[in-house]
C-alpha cells in the first residue's frame, strides 16, 4: 500500500481504553477513509516492573506474580516457572528435586484446564469484537466452570497460585475427577453448539478470511508462537516436540492452520488462528481424558506429597542454596511459546528474570500487517492474535 | 364546521360532548385523540419498553437466568420476612426446599420479579445525567439532530393507519412521503457524527450517510413494487387491495400472492434492517469498532432520545412490513366479523393485530441482532449494490410480467382510494399462484444446485468441520 499518496489522512489513537483492544493497548493509526495508512502500536501502559520484583523475591515467593503476567491462563504461567526453577535445581545433584507423580499429572490436567478457558476467552471476546454478542457469553459459561473446579482447588477464580516448586499446592478435592469428567463431556457438546452458532457463519467467515495474512516465514521471522505461528502452517508445539512434565506419555494432534475459510480465505489468515484455537480446545479434551485415565491415585493422607511449599521439605532446602547457573525454560501457553531466563547466583533470590511471552512478539508484526486494512479488520486482527495486554508489558 | 374523520372520532365527539362540552370543542379534542392516540398512545410507548424486551430476549439467548429466575426474588423475600430470626443460610435453604417440593416447585419457578423496575430506573437515570456537549462541538447541530432523529421516526407514522379509522392521514403519496421522511434520520446521524468533534463520531456519521443512502434505492424498489401491485400509493390503498373475502382471509395478503412478493418481502426486511441500523448492519455504532459511533459523545437523555429513535424505526419497519406484506391491520383469519363490529371496537382490535403484527416483527429483529456478527463497511456496500439493488429489479419486473398476465395491464388499479372492502381488487388465481411458484421454485433449485455445484471450490476440510459442527462419521 503506498502510503504518500495524495489525501487527508486522519490519525486516530485506538485505545488505551477501546472496547477492542483486549486492555490498555494503545494503536495510533494513520487512516485514508475507512482504510488504514499505518499503524504504531504504543505499549507500556500495564508495565509493573514484574521482572525486576522477581529479582528482591525468593525462588518460590515469585510464583503468585507469574500469576499476574497472563491473568487468563495463569496455571500455565505458573507452571513455566515452577518447571523453570525445577530446572534450573536439577542441575545439580544434590538439589534436584522429585517431582510427585500425581502433582505431574495434576499440573498438566490443570494447564490444559486452563488452555481451554484461555481458549474460550480468546475465540469469544473474538466473537463479540464481530459484534456477536451470543457465542461471547456461551463461551464465558464453559469457563466460569473450569473457574469453579479451580476455586474448589485453590480458593481463587482467577490468579490461581496453586504450583509450587516440587508440586502443587494442595491435592484435588473429592470427587473432582468426576466433575472434571463431566464438565469435559458438556464441554464437547457445547463446542459443537458454539460452531454452529458463529464459527461456520457466512458472515463471521467473510469477515475473517483473507484478513491479516502471515506467511510461515513471517510467522518465524517475526517470532510468533503458539496458535499464531500454527495458524500459518508451522507444525510446531513444545509439548509434542520438546515434551516438559509428563507430556510425552499423551497422544493428541497439532493442529495448524490449513486455509479454513476455504476458497475465500489464505493460508495464515484470522479464521485460521480461529480455527486453530477451536481445535486445540478439542485436543486439550483429549489430553484431559488420558490424564484423568492415567493419574495415580491420592493415598487419601493430609501429608499426601503432591507438594505444596509448605509440604515439600525437600524444594524448601534446595531453594536456600540453588545451584549458580543459567536457564532458558519454555512452556506451551495458550498464547504460545512463554519461556523464563533465570540467573542464579547460588542466593535465596533470583540474580535476574526474564520473561518472553507470545503476546509481545505478536504485537510486533502489526505494524506490517494493518496498512491496507479497514477498521473493523484491526478489530479482527486484535481478536486472531488473543493479545493479552499484561503479558505484554509484564 | 366539524372536523369528523370518521365514525370513530363522532362517536367519540359525542361521548364528550355528553359532559357538557361545546360540540366544536369535543370535535377538535375526539380528532386529536383519534388521530394522535395510537401513535402517542402505542409508538411511543413500545419505543420505551422495547429495550426491556430486546434485554429479556438476549439473556434468554444467552442463557443468562440472572437472579429474578426461581423463586429467589418475591419468595425468598417472604421467607426472609417470616422467619426473620434465622441465619441467612437457613432462610435459603428453606427456599430451595420450598423449589424442590413436588407441587409448589414449580408453581414457584414461574414467580419472578420480572425486573419491570429496570425500565423506570432507566428512565430516571436518563433523565438525572448531565446534558453534555464536547468542547469544540457545533451545538446548534449537536442539539438538534437528537430532535431530528426523532422526528424522522415519528413523522413517518403520520401517514401510518392503525385501522380503518386510526390514521392521521392518508394521502395518495403516501409511500413517496414514507421515503422522503425516513431520510432525515440519514441527516441527523450525519450531523450528530459531524458535529460531535469526535473522530469516532465523524466515522460512525460517514458510515451510516453510506449505508442509508445506498439501501435506500433496494427499498424504493420494494415500495414500488408494492404500489403497482396494488395499484395505489396510499397505504389505506395498499391495506384495501390485500383484502380477501371468507375464512382464509390471510390468502390475500400480498406475501402470498406470487414468489416475486416474497423475493421483494425479504429484500426489503434486509434493506430495512441495515436502514434502522440494526444488527448485522450497525456499523453506525459499532460498539467493538467505533467505541460508540455516531453517539459516543451523547449523554443522558439526548442519547435516549437517539434510542428512542431507533426502536421507533424498528417499529415503523415492522408496520411498513405487515403492511405493505401481511395485509396491515387486517386479521389472517376473516375480516367480516370484525367490520360487523361497531366502529371503536373495529378500530380497537384492527390496532392490536398490526401491534401483534410489528411486535413479531420487533422480535425477529432482536433476535437477528443477538445471532449475527456484524458485516464490515465494503461487504454491507456489497451486499446492497450487487445483491440486493438486482434481485429487488427481479422482483419488480417479475410482478410487473405477472400483472399484465392476469390482469391485462401494469398498474392502476381502481382501487377505490381509503375505505377498504370496496376495493375491486383483481387476485392471483389459483393456476397463476401455482404455475409462478413452480417456475420460480425451478429456477432457486437450479441456482442451489449450480452454487452447491460451483460455489465453493475449497470448502473447509472435511474432518475440521466434523470435528467442529460434530457431523458423525459414517464408518
Not at chain 2, 44 to 53: E, K, M
Not at chain 2, 201 to 212: D, E, H, L, P
Given at each position: 500500500?503506498?502510503?504518500?499518496?495524495?489525501?487527508?489522512?486522519?490519525?486516530?489513537?485506538?485505545?488505551?481504553?477501546?472496547?477492542?483492544?483486549?486492555?490498555?493497548?494503545?494503536?495510533?493509526?494513520?487512516?485514508?477513509?475507512?482504510?488504514?495508512?499505518?499503524?504504531?502500536?504504543?505499549?507500556?501502559?500495564?508495565?509493573?516492573?514484574?521482572?525486576?520484583?522477581?529479582?528482591?523475591?525468593?525462588?518460590?515467593?515469585?510464583?503468585?506474580?507469574?500469576?499476574?503476567?497472563?491473568?487468563?491462563?495463569?496455571?500455565?504461567?505458573?507452571?513455566?516457572?515452577?518447571?523453570?526453577?525445577?530446572?534450573?535445581?536439577?542441575?545439580?545433584?544434590?538439589?534436584?528435586?522429585?517431582?510427585?507423580?500425581?502433582?505431574?499429572?495434576?499440573?498438566?490436567?490443570?494447564?490444559?484446564?486452563?488452555?481451554?478457558?484461555?481458549?474460550?476467552?480468546?475465540?469469544?471476546?473474538?466473537?463479540?469484537?464481530?459484534?456477536?454478542?451470543?457465542?461471547?457469553?456461551?463461551?464465558?459459561?464453559?469457563?466460569?466452570?473450569?473457574?469453579?473446579?479451580?476455586?474448589?482447588?485453590?480458593?481463587?477464580?482467577?490468579?490461581?497460585?496453586?504450583?509450587?516448586?516440587?508440586?502443587?499446592?494442595?491435592?484435588?478435592?473429592?470427587?473432582?475427577?468426576?466433575?472434571?469428567?463431566?464438565?469435559?463431556?458438556?464441554?464437547?457438546?457445547?463446542?459443537?453448539?458454539?460452531?454452529?452458532?458463529?464459527?461456520?457463519?457466512?458472515?463471521?467467515?467473510?469477515?475473517?478470511?483473507?484478513?491479516?495474512?502471515?506467511?510461515?516465514?513471517?510467522?518465524?521471522?517475526?517470532?510468533?508462537?503458539?496458535?499464531?505461528?500454527?495458524?500459518?502452517?508451522?507444525?510446531?508445539?513444545?509439548?509434542?516436540?520438546?515434551?516438559?512434565?509428563?507430556?510425552?506419555?499423551?497422544?493428541?494432534?497439532?493442529?495448524?492452520?490449513?486455509?479454513?475459510?476455504?476458497?475465500?480465505?489464505?493460508?495464515?489468515?484470522?479464521?485460521?488462528?480461529?480455527?486453530?484455537?477451536?481445535?486445540?480446545?478439542?485436543?486439550?479434551?483429549?489430553?484431559?481424558?488420558?490424564?484423568?485415565?492415567?493419574?495415580?491415585?491420592?493415598?487419601?493422607?493430609?501429608?499426601?506429597?503432591?507438594?505444596?511449599?509448605?509440604?515439600?521439605?525437600?524444594?524448601?532446602?534446595?531453594?536456600?542454596?540453588?545451584?549458580?547457573?543459567?536457564?532458558?525454560?519454555?512452556?506451551?501457553?495458550?498464547?504460545?511459546?512463554?519461556?523464563?531466563?533465570?540467573?542464579?547466583?547460588?542466593?535465596?533470590?533470583?540474580?535476574r528474570i526474564k520473561i518472553r511471552t507470545g503476546s509481545f512478539c505478536a504485537?510486533?508484526?502489526?505494524?506490517?500487517?494493518?496498512?491496507?486494512?479497514?477498521?473493523?479488520?484491526?478489530?479482527?486482527?486484535?481478536?486472531?492474535?488473543?493479545?493479552?495486554?499484561?503479558?505484554?508489558?509484564? | 364546521?366539524?372536523?369528523?374523520?370518521?365514525?370513530?372520532?363522532?362517536?367519540?365527539?359525542?361521548?364528550?360532548?355528553?359532559?357538557?362540552?361545546?360540540?366544536?370543542?369535543?370535535?377538535?379534542?375526539?380528532?386529536?385523540?383519534?388521530?394522535?392516540?395510537?401513535?402517542?398512545?402505542?409508538?411511543?410507548?413500545?419505543?420505551?419498553?422495547?429495550?426491556?424486551?430486546?434485554?429479556?430476549?438476549?439473556?434468554?439467548?444467552?442463557?443468562?437466568?440472572?437472579?429474578?429466575?426461581?423463586?429467589?426474588?418475591?419468595?425468598?423475600?417472604?421467607?426472609?420476612?417470616?422467619?426473620?430470626?434465622?441465619?441467612?443460610?437457613?432462610?435459603?435453604?428453606?427456599?430451595?426446599?420450598?423449589?424442590?417440593?413436588?407441587?409448589?416447585?414449580?408453581?414457584?419457578?414461574?414467580?419472578?420479579?420480572?425486573?419491570?423496575?429496570?425500565?423506570?430506573?432507566?428512565?430516571?437515570?436518563?433523565?438525572?445525567?448531565?446534558?453534555?456537549?464536547?468542547?469544540?462541538?457545533?451545538?446548534?447541530?449537536?442539539?438538534?439532530?437528537?430532535?431530528?432523529?426523532?422526528?424522522?421516526?415519528?413523522?413517518?407514522?403520520?401517514?401510518?393507519?392503525?385501522?380503518?379509522?386510526?390514521?392521521?392521514?392518508?394521502?395518495?403519496?403516501?409511500?413517496?412521503?414514507?421515503?422522503?421522511?425516513?431520510?432525515?434520520?440519514?441527516?441527523?446521524?450525519?450531523?450528530?457524527?459531524?458535529?460531535?468533534?469526535?473522530?469516532?463520531?465523524?466515522?460512525?456519521?460517514?458510515?451510516?450517510?453510506?449505508?442509508?443512502?445506498?439501501?435506500?434505492?433496494?427499498?424504493?424498489?420494494?415500495?414500488?413494487?408494492?404500489?403497482?401491485?396494488?395499484?395505489?400509493?396510499?397505504?389505506?390503498?395498499?391495506?384495501?387491495?390485500?383484502?380477501?373475502?371468507?375464512?382464509?382471509?390471510?390468502?390475500?395478503?400480498?406475501?402470498?400472492?406470487?414468489?416475486?412478493?416474497?423475493?421483494?418481502?425479504?429484500?426489503?426486511?434486509?434493506?430495512?434492517?441495515?436502514?434502522?441500523?440494526?444488527?448485522?448492519?450497525?456499523?453506525?455504532?459499532?460498539?467493538?469498532?467505533?467505541?460508540?459511533?455516531?453517539?459516543?459523545?451523547?449523554?443522558?437523555?439526548r442519547w435516549g432520545l437517539f434510542f428512542i429513535a431507533e426502536y421507533t424505526?424498528?417499529?415503523?419497519?415492522?408496520?411498513?412490513?405487515?403492511?405493505?406484506?401481511?395485509?396491515g391491520y387486517q386479521s389472517p383469519i376473516g375480516e367480516e366479523w370484525i367490520?360487523?363490529?361497531?366502529?371503536?371496537?373495529?378500530?380497537?382490535?384492527?390496532?392490536?393485530?398490526?401491534?401483534?403484527?410489528?411486535?413479531?416483527?420487533?422480535?425477529?429483529?432482536?433476535?437477528?441482532?443477538?445471532?449475527?456478527?456484524?458485516?464490515?463497511?465494503?461487504?454491507?456496500?456489497?451486499?446492497?449494490?450487487?445483491?440486493?439493488?438486482?434481485?429487488?429489479?427481479?422482483?419488480?419486473?417479475?410482478?410487473?410480467?405477472?400483472?399484465?398476465?392476469?390482469?391485462?395491464?401494469?398498474?392502476?388499479?381502481?382501487?377505490?382510494?381509503?375505505?377498504?372492502?370496496?376495493?375491486?381488487?383483481?387476485?392471483?388465481?389459483?393456476?397463476?399462484?401455482?404455475?409462478?411458484?413452480?417456475?420460480?421454485?425451478?429456477?432457486?433449485?437450479?441456482?442451489?444446485?449450480?452454487?452447491?455445484?460451483?460455489?465453493?471450490?475449497?470448502?473447509?476440510?472435511?474432518?475440521?468441520?466434523?470435528?467442529?459442527?460434530?457431523?458423525?462419521?459414517?464408518?
Amino acid at each position: 500500500m503506498n502510503i504518500e499518496h495524495d489525501g487527508d489522512f486522519i490519525t486516530l489513537s485506538m485505545g488505551p481504553h477501546h472496547p477492542a483492544t483486549h486492555g490498555v493497548l494503545r494503536l495510533e493509526v494513520t487512516t485514508d477513509g475507512e482504510v488504514i495508512a499505518a499503524c504504531k502500536p504504543d505499549i507500556g501502559y500495564l508495565h509493573r516492573a514484574i521482572e525486576k520484583i522477581g529479582e528482591n523475591l525468593e525462588w518460590y515467593q515469585f510464583v503468585p506474580y507469574t500469576d499476574r503476567v497472563d491473568y487468563v491462563c495463569s496455571m500455565n504461567s505458573n507452571h513455566a516457572w515452577v518447571c523453570a526453577v525445577e530446572a534450573l535445581l536439577a542441575t545439580s545433584e544434590e538439589t534436584r528435586l522429585q517431582i510427585p507423580e500425581r502433582a505431574e499429572y495434576i499440573r498438566v490436567l490443570f494447564a490444559e484446564l486452563n488452555r481451554i478457558s484461555s481458549h474460550m476467552v480468546g475465540v469469544g471476546s473474538m466473537t463479540m469484537d464481530m459484534g456477536a454478542f451470543t457465542p461471547f457469553i456461551h463461551a464465558l459459561g464453559q469457563r466460569e466452570h473450569i473457574n469453579d473446579i479451580f476455586e474448589k482447588t485453590c480458593g481463587a477464580r482467577l490468579t490461581y497460585n496453586y504450583m509450587c516448586v516440587g508440586g502443587v499446592n494442595a491435592d484435588l478435592y473429592p470427587g473432582a475427577e468426576d466433575e472434571i469428567r463431566k464438565f469435559l463431556d458438556g464441554l464437547e457438546k457445547a463446542m459443537k453448539d458454539f460452531n454452529r452458532l458463529i464459527t461456520t457463519n457466512n458472515i463471521f467467515k467473510g469477515r475473517l478470511a483473507g484478513i491479516a495474512v502471515v506467511s510461515a516465514q513471517d510467522a518465524v521471522s517475526y517470532g510468533l508462537v503458539g496458535p499464531n505461528l500454527r495458524g500459518s502452517g508451522v507444525d510446531f508445539d513444545l509439548r509434542r516436540d520438546r515434551p516438559y512434565g509428563v507430556y510425552d506419555r499423551f497422544k493428541f494432534d497439532v493442529p495448524v492452520g490449513r486455509r479454513y475459510a476455504g476458497s475465500k480465505g489464505r493460508l495464515g489468515d484470522a479464521y485460521d488462528r480461529y480455527v486453530v484455537r477451536l481445535l486445540e480446545v478439542l485436543e486439550s479434551i483429549k489430553i484431559c481424558r488420558q490424564v484423568l485415565d492415567q493419574i495415580p491415585p491420592s493415598s487419601g493422607k493430609a501429608d499426601d506429597p503432591v507438594g505444596g511449599w509448605c509440604v515439600a521439605k525437600a524444594a524448601q532446602k534446595a531453594l536456600r542454596k540453588p545451584p549458580v547457573g543459567e536457564i532458558y525454560f519454555r512452556c506451551e501457553n495458550p498464547r504460545g511459546e512463554t519461556g523464563y531466563h533465570i540467573v542464579s547466583d547460588g542466593t535465596k533470590v533470583p540474580y535476574r528474570i526474564k520473561i518472553r511471552t507470545g503476546s509481545f512478539c505478536a504485537l510486533s508484526i502489526f505494524e506490517k500487517l494493518v496498512p491496507g486494512l479497514m477498521i473493523a479488520d484491526v478489530v479482527a486482527l486484535i481478536g486472531s492474535f488473543d493479545i493479552v495486554l499484561p503479558e505484554v508489558d509484564r | 364546521m366539524t372536523f369528523s374523520v370518521g365514525p370513530v372520532s363522532d362517536s367519540v365527539a359525542s361521548w364528550i360532548a355528553s359532559f357538557g362540552v361545546p360540540a366544536t370543542l369535543a370535535e377538535i379534542v375526539a380528532v386529536l385523540l383519534v388521530c394522535c392516540g395510537p401513535v402517542l398512545g402505542i409508538a411511543f410507548p413500545i419505543a420505551g419498553v422495547a429495550q426491556y424486551f430486546e434485554r429479556k430476549i438476549a439473556a434468554a439467548m444467552q442463557r443468562r437466568k440472572g437472579p429474578m429466575v426461581g423463586a429467589t426474588g418475591v419468595v425468598q423475600l417472604v421467607v426472609d420476612l417470616a422467619f426473620f430470626w434465622q441465619p441467612r443460610w437457613k432462610r435459603q435453604a428453606t427456599v430451595r426446599k420450598l423449589e424442590n417440593a413436588p407441587v409448589i416447585g414449580p408453581v414457584l419457578a414461574r414467580v419472578r420479579q420480572w425486573g419491570l423496575g429496570s425500565i423506570a430506573a432507566d428512565g430516571v437515570k436518563m433523565f438525572l445525567k448531565e446534558d453534555m456537549a464536547p468542547a469544540g462541538a457545533d451545538k446548534i447541530l449537536f442539539y438538534g439532530s437528537t430532535y431530528l432523529a426523532l422526528g424522522g421516526a415519528f413523522l413517518a407514522f403520520a401517514v401510518f393507519p392503525f385501522s380503518q379509522w386510526f390514521h392521521m392521514g392518508d394521502p395518495p403519496v403516501a409511500a413517496l412521503y414514507l421515503g422522503s421522511v425516513t431520510g432525515l434520520v440519514a441527516v441527523s446521524i450525519l450531523k450528530a457524527g459531524w458535529s460531535s468533534n469526535n473522530k469516532w463520531s465523524y466515522f460512525g456519521g460517514i458510515r451510516s450517510v453510506a449505508m442509508i443512502v445506498s439501501y435506500e434505492v433496494p427499498i424504493t424498489l420494494c415500495i414500488a413494487a408494492v404500489c403497482m401491485w396494488s395499484g395505489t400509493m396510499s397505504l389505506q390503498g395498499i391495506i384495501a387491495a390485500q383484502y380477501q373475502p371468507g375464512v382464509a382471509s390471510f390468502l390475500g395478503w400480498n406475501l402470498f400472492q406470487t414468489p416475486f412478493m416474497v423475493l421483494i418481502a425479504g429484500v426489503y426486511y434486509v434493506a430495512a434492517l441495515a436502514e434502522c441500523n440494526r444488527a448485522p448492519f450497525d456499523l453506525a455504532e459499532g460498539e467493538s469498532e467505533l467505541v460508540g459511533g455516531f453517539h459516543t459523545e451523547y449523554s443522558g437523555l439526548r442519547w435516549g432520545l437517539f434510542f428512542i429513535a431507533e426502536y421507533t424505526d424498528m417499529i415503523l419497519v415492522g408496520a411498513l412490513f405487515a403492511t405493505m406484506f401481511l395485509g396491515g391491520y387486517q386479521s389472517p383469519i376473516g375480516e367480516e366479523w370484525i367490520v360487523s363490529l361497531p366502529p371503536l371496537a373495529e378500530a380497537l382490535v384492527h390496532t392490536a393485530i398490526i401491534v401483534v403484527k410489528f411486535l413479531a416483527s420487533i422480535g425477529l429483529m432482536m433476535w437477528i441482532r443477538w445471532t449475527l456478527p456484524r458485516f464490515r463497511i465494503d461487504q454491507v456496500m456489497k451486499l446492497a449494490w450487487t445483491k440486493l439493488v438486482p434481485l429487488a429489479l427481479l422482483g419488480l419486473f417479475g410482478l410487473a410480467v405477472t400483472q399484465l398476465v392476469q390482469a391485462g395491464r401494469v398498474g392502476v388499479h381502481e382501487v377505490a382510494h381509503g375505505r377498504y372492502l370496496s376495493a375491486p381488487v383483481v387476485h392471483m388465481d389459483i393456476q397463476a399462484v401455482v404455475v409462478s411458484w413452480v417456475l420460480l421454485g425451478g429456477a432457486v433449485a437450479t441456482l442451489v444446485v449450480l452454487a452447491r455445484k460451483y460455489g465453493e471450490s475449497r470448502p473447509m476440510p472435511k474432518d475440521v468441520s466434523d470435528a467442529l459442527t460434530g457431523k458423525e462419521k459414517t464408518a
